[in-house]
Every structure is written in C-alpha cells, then in structure tokens.
C-alpha cells in the first residue's frame, strides 16, 4: 500500500438508522451511518461524551424493525459528527 491508502478489513454498507448506544451507565441517541463486520460509524449530538478508547454498547435494529442486536464496541477515533467503532 502506498502513502494514504487505507484498506477495510470488512466492506462498509450504508445503514442510516437511529440507534441507542450505552456509555458508563448513560443511554444516548445516534445514527448509524454504516457498518461492517468489524465495525461501524454513529453519528451523534452527545459526541462530546465520547471518548478515544470508550468501550460502547450499542443496539443495532434489523431492517425489520421488529428486533435488535447489542453489540459492544471500541471507540477508535471521534469528529465533530460522531465517532467510529470497532466491534468486539
């Protein structure tokens, strides 16, 4: 790979839902923009909560609506937006 290029480990979809992810005991709204296998992209107004390293629990609805998955989470990195998670 040369300079700036950056390969995904899993390919990313749009995904474009509300979501409730849990931080230390708080529950907070966002938006997944995306996911993949290994992780995903919420975005949020209470990004300012979030920090580099967090560990995250977040429910992931199905297209249906009708159920959720929980899955716990890493943040890697955060912007103004939201942040960046890697599942584990």
Same mark, same amino acid.
Request: charged share 30%; hydrophobic share 30%.
């Given at each position: 790979m040369g300079t700036g290029e950056f390969r995904r480990? *899993?390919?990313? !979809?749009? *995904?474009?839902?509300? =979501? =409730?992810?849990?931080?230390?005991? !708080? %529950? *907070? %709204?966002?938006?997944? !923009?995306?996911?993949?296998?290994g992780g995903a992209f919420v975005m949020a107004l209470s990004v300012n909560q979030v920090y580099q390293g967090d560990v995250v629990t977040i429910s992931i609805p199905f297209t249906s609506g009708k159920k959720s998955i929980k899955r716990r989470a890493r943040v890697l990195w955060t912007s103004g937006e939201g942040f960046a998670v890697e599942f584990f």
């Open positions: 480990r *899993y390919e990313r !979809k749009n *995904y474009n839902s509300d =979501v =409730v992810f849990s931080l230390k005991g !708080k %529950a *907070y %709204a966002g938006t997944l !923009k995306d996911i993949s296998m």
